[in-house]
Every structure is written in C-alpha cells, then in structure tokens.
Nanobody
Framework: QVQLVESGGGLVQPGGSLRLSCAAS????????MGWYRQAPGKQRESVAA???????NYADSVKGRFTITRDNAKNTVYLQMNSLKPEDTAVYYC???????????????WGQGTQVTVSS
C-alpha cells in the first residue's frame, strides 16, 4: 500500500559526510511530516530531524548545525545531509512519515526498513 525506501547509508570516517534519502510510494494522498530517527545498539530509538510539508524543521540538539533535513514534495522524498559526522552518530537510521492514503480520511505513521550508518576510522 505505502512503502518508505531508504538509501545512502554506509561507512564513513569521523568528520566525513553522508546523505540519506527516503522515497515514499504507493497510494499516497498527502504527506504531512517526514523525518528521521536513529537507534544505536543498546539504546532507544530517538528522533533526529523532522520537516513538515510547509518546510518547517526541527532537530535533535545533538545534530544541530551538522545535519540538514530537506524534502521534495513532488517526489515524496526526504533527505538528510549529515556533515561533520562523529562516532556517536553510528546507528541504524529510519525514515518516518505521516501519510494520508487515498480513500482514507486519517493520517497514519509509516516507517522505512532502516539503513546503517557507521562512523569509524
């Protein structure tokens, strides 16, 4: 029905950069908020950044000034540009979106499958 497919993870050295992408597909009427979460081993999943359809953004304090979230509404795609990466950014990153499906009156939350980001020398 609706799928979120992430790409762009990988291994990068400290101080490096990565760009994650997440494309939503299916019977989509509208998408309100799109965002990124991450989960490191042994830790709870945490919000990293989010962006509304109108372009309003918010970030976790730990990534402010280093990560930038953007979206292309025409492509139903959200991006996360990650700069100045640190070892503590290592985690599985998950895409999240609040989507209204065609023919359904309410918005529901959807998740991607996750993509691994490893920051290590």
């Amino acid at each position: 029905q609706v799928q979120l497919v992430e790409s762009g993870g990988g291994l990068v050295q400290p101080g490096g950069s990565l760009r994650l992408s997440c494309a939503a597909s299916g019977s989509i009427f509208s998408i309100y908020v799109m965002g990124w979460y991450r989960q490191a081993p042994g830790k709870q999943r945490e919000s990293v950044a989010a962006i509304t359809a109108g372009g309003s953004t918010n970030y976790a304090d730990s990534v402010k000034g280093r990560f930038t979230i953007t979206r292309d509404n025409a492509k139903n795609t959200v991006y996360l540009q990650m700069n100045s990466l640190k070892p503590e950014d290592t985690a599985v990153y998950y895409c999240n979106a609040e989507i209204r499906v065609v023919g359904v009156g309410d918005e529901y939350e959807y998740w991607g499958q996750g993509t691994q980001v490893t920051v290590s020398s």
